[in-house]
């Protein structure tokens, strides 16, 4: 799943912006 | 944690309360006060001609920019949430995968002018007649739909802030790795939507809350929609469109 979404994991994984 | 203690205590309830009003507060993209000013602001009739003269390609992707746009601020919103980081990182895409369309759509009733049926769009208030050219009348005209009968239940920003945490946390997601912690953050979120509705005596719009059933279904035409166009233009979709909206959505 996360290989599918590769900008959510992103954006997940990047700190509160 | 919120997610560790299998009963969690008012003090705890009212810290999760205050946290989630303070992510939607930091997260909600535009002001209520800002959207309120601008209610009067309504596209003139050559205006919504131009929009109606776009091609069906320039207004489908001026939509999924807008769209997109409002998504990235429904992402921050979760990762701020207390307990949503501290899900497993499938659970965390499953999640807004499923919900941060619903959570848009939810958030728009913000942006809706019941009184004359308009939608704050790329600066303005716009009517249905606006979207046109993008082929879904139907589509468009439950949306608004939908938004009008948000309003009618006079939604304070407290009130959406937490009902929109419980549209994203929802455990009957399929896929879900860890469904009890999901389960955990929902009944808290629950409680503390239920505890605030309470207080303030507001306790008789939890009867007329929109069934989830809407909102799947609302999002699965946009699906729909949007898997019709990419057959008519496969190039556009994946030459223009923004990678995050094909990410969620195709």
Redesign the interface.
Known sequence: ??E??????K??QNG?? | SILESPNSSVTEIEHLTQNVLKSYRETCQLRLEDLQLLRLETFSWEEVRSYQKKSMEEMWERCACRITEAI?YV??FA??MGGF?ELC??D???L??AGAMEVVLVRMCRAFNSENRTVFFEGKYAGPELFKSLGCNELINSIFDFAHSLCSLHFSENEIALFTALVLINSSRP?LQEKDKVERLQNNLELAFKHMLRKTHRESILAKLPPKGKLRSLCYQHMEKLRSFRQMYPIIVHAVFP??YK??FS
């Open positions: 799943l996360q599918k979404h590769r900008i959510l994991h954006l997940l509160n912006s | 990235q992402v921050e990762k701020r980081m990182q499938n965390q895409i499953v807004l995968k896929w990678p995050l990410e969620l």
